[in-house]
């Protein structure tokens, strides 16, 4: 189980994870919590925020991500 802040769709379904490659990003479907152990997680919403921003400007384009705690996306499983 992970803590920290996770990069994660508004609707909270879906996760920022590395690729299998660990040379990219990818969105991953929160079906189950081991979706959670691949996430990329974060100590500190300033780090969070900082990759964020390097993923948005090497996209140049807005994502509809958000920075959450990842125990919120926990409590969906076993809350």
Not at 20 to 41: R, S, Y
Not at 46 to 70: M, P, S, V, W, Y
Request: overall charge positive; glycine content about 4%; hydrophobic content about 40%.
């Amino acid at each position: 189980m992970q803590t920290g802040f996770v990069l994660c769709s508004s609707n909270l379904e879906r996760v920022m994870c590395l690729t299998p490659e660990k040379n990219g990003f990818q969105m991953e479907f929160l079906d189950n919590t081991l979706v959670l152990n691949k996430a990329m997680c974060f100590h500190n919403r300033t780090e969070a925020n900082n990759i964020l921003k390097r993923i948005q400007n090497h996209l140049q384009k807005e994502l509809d991500i958000e920075i959450k705690n990842i125990a919120l996306l926990y409590k969906k499983f076993y809350g």
